[in-house]
């Protein structure tokens, strides 16, 4: 079993900044993808950031210039630095990682509220 645990959400003004973190712990060794995705309200989960081990991270179009993840496959880690908030970042984000065949894992999620 995987155990991924997100810590750093909360509430900020726009134009203000947070930054995610989410550890994994448990069976998870060879880690293939580190992550995160968003759910606002109403809408359909959705992909922010997706990092590759080794590979290019790649970011959703509405947060490029403005996110920055990152990743420490030592530590078994993955953050979100997001900067340049808007009230339609507001969402609950999930961090994830995927397997070599083996299942994917996500987190339980944290709350990211943007004020106007």
């Known amino acids: 079993q995987v155990q991924l645990v997100e810590s750093g959400g909360g509430l900020v003004q726009a134009g203000g900044s947070l930054r995610l973190s989410c550890v994994a712990s448990g069976s998870a060794f060879n880690i293939e993808t580190m992550g995160w995705y968003r759910q606002a309200p109403g809408k359909q989960r959705e992909l922010v950031a997706s990092?590759?081990?080794?590979?290019?991270?790649t970011y959703a179009d509405f947060v490029k210039g403005r996110f920055t993840a990152s990743r420490d496959n030592a530590k078994r880690t993955v953050d979100l630095q997001m900067n340049s908030l808007k009230p339609e970042d507001t969402a609950v984000y999930y961090c994830?990682?995927?397997?070599?065949?083996?299942?994917?894992?996500w987190g339980q999620g944290t709350q990211v509220t943007v004020s106007s």
């Open positions: 994830y990682s995927t397997f070599l065949g083996r299942d994917d894992y």
């Open positions: 990092i590759p081990n080794g590979g290019r991270t």
